[in-house]
């Protein structure tokens, strides 16, 4: 375990690896009001509307019972409820914030991530993209690029950056963006195999590095193809830090299927061995 554990650290710390964060790294920290986990939305969204049996338990579809009975506006004001509270960064943000990588992949809607790179990095040195919702927008976009003030700027602004830091899912911070009802993805997904949701500047840079996937669940069809979508065509090698007694036997396959080495060990234990 200790050979694997050093082959990841020493990829993170050279930039040939990069961080793919699920919801597990957001439950590293202490239990509090925000959200952590899909289960988590589902329930505060739950607290919210009441929801039909079929929706519940499950975020996209509560979500999207709700942008469909309240409307939009409904939804994000929900979110943003949610997610209130800033979320401070783990000692596992803080690391990848200080080894600076090209690319940091976080697939969860709070902003930790974001605070842990605001305190680590020059604010020239890293910025963020954000895949946006398009119901109602009106535009032919995928996602939006915001620099380390928060600011949106051109999506060609972001290749002078040395960390980009990528929400497939969008986030609260800094613009409230969410994908998150069905609705959402429903474009995305049609898209997605042909890469064009995926920006051009995410694609080049995966092209010569690994994935280490810490805090991932692929219990979800859907996660298990944005997972796939974003490391298409990426060098490797690639990782997943897993406890196998709780994988489900399509998750398991996943990583079997896509080349991904399960690292047997909980996410506690690896981010101690990382941060040490």
């Given at each position: 375990?200790?050979?694997?554990?050093?082959?990841?650290?020493?990829?993170?710390?050279?930039?040939?690896?990069?961080?793919?964060?699920?919801?597990?790294?957001?439950?590293?920290?202490?239990?509090?009001?925000?959200?952590?986990?899909?289960?988590?939305?589902?329930?505060?969204?739950?607290?919210?509307?009441?929801?039909?049996?079929?929706?519940?338990?499950?975020?996209?579809?509560?979500?999207?019972?709700?942008?469909?009975?309240r409307h939009r506006?409904?939804?994000?004001?929900?979110?943003?409820?949610?997610?209130?509270?800033?979320?401070?960064?783990?000692?596992?943000?803080?690391?990848?914030?200080?080894?600076?990588?090209?690319?940091?992949?976080?697939?969860?809607?709070?902003?930790?991530?974001?605070?842990?790179?605001?305190?680590?990095?020059?604010?020239?040195?890293?910025?963020?993209?954000?895949?946006?919702?398009?119901?109602?927008?009106?535009?032919?976009?995928?996602?939006?690029?915001?620099?380390?003030?928060?600011?949106?700027?051109?999506?060609?602004?972001?290749?002078?950056?040395?960390?980009?830091?990528?929400?497939?899912?969008?986030?609260?911070?800094?613009?409230?963006?969410?994908?998150?009802?069905?609705?959402?993805?429903?474009?995305?997904?049609?898209?997605?195999?042909?890469?064009?949701?995926?920006?051009?500047?995410?694609?080049?840079?995966?092209?010569?590095?690994?994935?280490?996937?810490?805090?991932?669940?692929?219990?979800?069809?859907?996660l298990r193809i944005?997972?796939?979508?974003?490391?298409?065509?990426?060098?490797?090698?690639?990782?997943?830090?897993?406890?196998?007694?709780?994988?489900?036997?399509?998750?398991?396959?996943?990583?079997?299927?896509?080349?991904?080495?399960?690292?047997?060990?909980?996410?506690?234990?690896?981010?101690?061995?990382?941060?040490?």
């Open positions: 375990m200790s050979d694997v554990t050093h082959e990841i650290s020493a990829g993170l710390r050279a930039g040939r690896l990069i961080p793919y964060l699920g919801t597990g790294v957001s439950e590293l920290r202490p239990p509090g009001d925000v959200p952590a986990s899909p289960a988590d939305l589902a329930a505060f969204l739950g607290r919210q509307v009441a929801l039909p049996k079929r929706a519940r338990g499950n975020p996209w579809a509560a979500a999207q019972y709700i942008e469909s009975r506006s409904t939804l994000t004001a929900l979110m943003d409820k949610a997610y209130a509270e800033p979320v401070q960064p783990v000692g596992l943000h803080e690391m990848l914030a200080a080894y600076a990588p090209p690319l940091i992949v976080d697939t969860w809607y709070d902003g930790a991530m974001r605070t842990a790179l605001e305190a680590g990095c020059p604010p020239d040195a890293w910025g963020e993209i954000q895949g946006i919702t398009r119901a109602g927008i009106g535009e032919f976009q995928w996602f939006r690029a915001y620099d380390a003030a928060g600011q949106e700027v051109p999506v060609g602004e972001a290749r002078g950056w040395k960390t980009i830091l990528y929400k497939p899912h969008g986030s609260v911070t800094p613009a409230h963006n969410y994908l998150i009802a069905d609705s959402d993805y429903v474009e995305v997904l049609t898209e997605i195999d042909i890469q064009t949701p995926i920006p051009e500047i995410v694609r080049f840079r995966r092209a010569e590095c690994g994935f280490v996937f810490l805090g991932c669940r692929f219990d979800d069809q859907m944005y997972a796939r979508q974003i490391m298409k065509r990426s060098a490797g090698p690639y990782y997943a830090v897993v406890e196998p007694e709780v994988m489900s036997r399509n998750e398991l396959r996943f990583l079997e299927i896509n080349g991904i080495r399960p690292v047997c060990i909980s996410l506690d234990a690896m981010a101690e061995m990382l941060v040490a």
